[in-house]
């Protein structure tokens, strides 16, 4: 089978072993990727009653046989554990680029166990996989954590998975950042980062997936480009991404507003086009994607806004605004 090296990275955090599986091809027929091999590992490896946030949960992190395909869908990665917020089954996924690299570089998944005995973070450079100290990043926010692994790994192209002071705190909704602009945000496996002392996980690959017919897929991909750019829904996704659900729910009478006593916020007076006027720079996208629905916002004034952290989807815009009756343009866009 082409297009995946079968290779799992193993790291044990408590004993700083790192070690190499490759289950097989029937197992990758079996459990192709994502929630399907983090369920097969939590199942297997999890006993029963483990604390979430202890040393005995197991964190996967996992692309699939398919990631890293030059086709719009298969930029996406997933990260899973025992779930400190339900006691259950914890997954969140998030596309970007970092399911890719760890293809490029050579795997298909991390299995991280065990517990730092200090901060670390996980650097995994083709053939180069190593534990690096972390305590000079604890305690600082995701932007800064991101630009001091770029200085001092000398790469400009890592792409990261940074948990910021929430994750090190085992706030149990804690999310993970993916290079500032993409994010796990469900099921709190920043919290399970957290509770490992695993400040990041960085990577960066440079070898090329076979494909079994690469012509055909590239034939495949300018079809995709072709139709999502003469689709008036994709050209609604690339002018102002998710954040149109936020509009569109309003005219629908269906946006949570005010935890979820009302469909309607009536102090709602902007609109998409008002929105992205005022704030959006550009469009930013997912790998092999050609929608683009990714927002990126700037401001200066009433509040700066960042541009390294992209913009906000609909779920914050709702989550900040309409949920806590907040009307304000800017504010979803600065909590974001
Ligand atoms: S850019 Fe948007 S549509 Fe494309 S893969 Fe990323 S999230 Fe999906």
């Not at 602009?181 to 690959?205: D, E, F, I, P, Q």
Request: hydrophobic fraction near 35%; aromatic fraction near 10%; proline fraction near 5%.
């Amino acid at each position: 089978m082409k297009g995946f090296s079968g290779k799992i990275i193993r790291v044990n955090l408590t004993t700083r072993k790192i070690t190499f599986e490759q289950p097989g091809e029937k197992f990758f027929r079996k459990y192709i990727g994502g929630r399907g091999i983090i369920a097969y590992y939590l199942l297997k490896e999890i006993p029963k009653d483990t604390d979430p946030l202890g040393e005995e949960n197991t964190l996967v992190f996992t692309a699939s046989v398919l990631t890293g395909v030059p086709v719009p869908g298969f930029g996406r990665h997933s990260v899973g554990a025992k779930s400190p917020l339900t006691g259950l089954y914890g997954e969140s996924e998030s596309g970007g680029f970092w399911g890719p690299e760890l293809k490029f570089a050579g795997y298909e998944s991390i299995i991280v166990q065990g517990k730092a005995s200090s901060p670390v973070y996980l650097w995994i450079h083709n053939d180069t996989i190593e534990i690096k100290d972390a305590s000079h990043l604890w305690g600082k926010e995701t932007g800064e954590t991101f630009d001091i692994l770029e200085r001092e790994l000398e790469n400009k192209r890592i792409r990261s998975l940074i948990i910021g002071p929430a994750g090190e705190n085992l706030v149990r909704i804690a999310g993970i950042a993916h290079d500032l602009t993409h994010y796990h945000g469900r099921t709190g496996m920043g919290a399970v980062m957290g509770s490992k002392n695993l400040k990041a996980v960085v990577v960066r690959g440079t070898n090329k997936l076979e494909f079994e017919d690469l012509p055909k897929l590239k034939e495949l991909a300018r079809f995709f480009a072709r139709n999502f750019h003469s689709n008036a829904d994709n050209n609604g996704q690339n002018n102002h991404g998710t954040s149109d659900y936020y509009f569109g729910a309003q005219a629908a009478g269906s946006l949570p507003t005010r935890n979820f006593t009302s469909g309607h916020f009536k102090e709602l007076t902007y609109s998409a086009d008002e929105l992205h006027g005022e704030l959006k720079i550009k469009s930013d996208g997912c790998y092999a994607c050609p929608v683009r629905c990714k927002q990126v916002f700037q401001a200066e004034k009433p509040y700066r806004i960042d541009p390294k952290f992209g913009g906000p989807e609909f779920e914050t815009l709702a989550a900040f605004g309409s949920l806590c009756g907040v009307s304000d343009m800017y504010a979803g866009p600065k909590a974001h």
